[in-house]
């Protein structure tokens, strides 16, 4: 995707498509900053303090229960937004509502996108922490 098309995208979805994309850069800096310090622990052959990966894995959950609820704000706001639009306008066409549902459905999508990907990075961290745990207990 083009640097372009992805800031159309952020300004079509409206306001609520920004804290949804500083989720997508938090999940995906804090998925390889794992996946890194995982690593080179196991390279080094480090002890691990579960409890401490635990805390980060956290973090992930969060943002998969959250980003979801945020979009679903985006919704609410897009829909206002075309319901606006259709009270002030004197005749009402497609063109009047298409604006305030591209904002709903863009921020709907990309915050059940970031709970996916937040979800399936917590699931593999924490299988990797499980295998790692078991090799360092024998």
């Keep these: 995707m083009k640097l372009t098309s992805l800031i159309q995208l952020m300004n079509e979805g409206g306001a609520v498509m920004w804290p949804l994309y500083v989720l997508l850069v938090i999940t995906v800096v804090l998925g390889v900053e794992r996946f890194v310090v995982i690593i080179v622990h196991r390279y080094k052959k480090k002890p691990m303090k579960r409890m401490e990966q635990e805390k980060i894995l956290s973090i992930l959950d969060m943002i998969a229960m959250i980003a979801p609820v945020i979009g679903f704000l985006g ?53 990797v922490l499980d295998a790692v745990c078991e090799s360092e207990e024998t």
Excluded: C, K, N, P
């Design 75 to 127: 919704t609410v706001t897009g829909m206002i937004s075309a319901f606006r639009a259709v009270s002030e306008a004197t005749s009402v066409q497609l063109q009047v509502v298409a604006g305030g549902l591209y904002e709903a459905l863009y921020t709907t999508a990309f915050g059940l996108i970031i709970s996916i990907i937040a979800t399936i990075l917590s699931f593999l961290l924490e299988l």
